[in-house]
Nanobody, 125 residues
Framework: QVQLVESGGGLVQAGGSLRLSCAAS????????VGWYRQAPGNQRELVAI???????NYVDSVKGRFTISRDNAKNTVYLQMYSLKPEDTAVYYC???????????????????WGKGTLVTVSS
């Protein structure tokens, strides 16, 4: 069982930045596809960004140019660097991982094998 632990959330003013971290317990971490999802109150969960074992990335349109996903396999960690934050970015952000890359399913939040407990990001206007 792979354990994922998110950190780095908090309260920030609009226009500010945060970096989220997702630390994994799995030594074969480098083989995992890892995604960041978010869910705001009353909204469905959405994929924010995802990175494959080969470091291919994909982003939801609303964060392109503002967020960057990256990974450090030596540290078993995936990061989500967030710039120019907006109030609409307020949500609980979840890290999720999968052994198999499946863009269609993973874009909907399906096909992920492991999930963290989430970290809250609040952006004030």
């Amino acid at each position: 069982q792979v354990q994922l632990v998110e950190s780095g959330g908090g309260l920030v003013q609009a226009g500010g930045s945060l970096r989220l971290s997702c630390a994994a317990s799995e030594t074969a971490f480098r083989l995992l596809t890892v995604g960041w999802y978010r869910q705001a109150p009353g909204n469905q969960r959405e994929l924010v960004a995802i990175i494959t074992s080969g470091r291919s990335t994909n982003y939801v349109d609303s964060v392109k140019g503002r967020f960057t996903i990256s990974r450090d396999n030596a540290k078993n960690t995936v990061y989500l660097q967030m710039y120019s934050l907006k109030p609409e970015d307020t949500a609980v952000y979840y890290c999720a991982a999968a052994w198999v890359t499946d863009p269609n399913r993973q874009s909907r939040g399906d096909g992920m094998d492991y999930w963290g407990k989430g970290t809250l990001v609040t952006v004030s206007s």
